[in-house]
């Protein structure tokens, strides 16, 4: 992990993360647990579309179950939590 202690910044500015991040994300260490993770423009993008691209895989993912018929009604919360439990019993 590549981590920074937030006392370093303080003293040296921007400038101790432009250091360290080239070699990924930066930690930032606060009273002596990582508080926060610097990431670059580009990372944070790609975290966002990969985000993006899992939500619409889950999306398609329960659309299919439903047009197979993988799917279940239930007319109440408690009905569907009946039937989670039973489920789980099997």
């Known amino acids: 992990m590549n981590t920074l ?44 579309e990969a985000q993006e691209e899992a939500a619409v895989a889950r999306i398609k993912a329960a659309l299919e179950d439903a047009r197979s018929g993988r799917m279940t009604r239930h007319d109440s919360v408690d009905a569907l939590l009946k039937h989670l439990d039973e489920a789980a019993g099997e």
């Open 5 to 48: 202690p937030a006392q370093e910044i303080k003293r040296r500015g921007m400038a101790a993360v432009d250091d360290v991040l080239p070699l990924g994300p930066v930690h930032i260490i606060k009273n002596n647990r990582p508080q926060y993770v610097v990431l670059t423009e580009e990372r944070y993008r790609e975290l966002l």
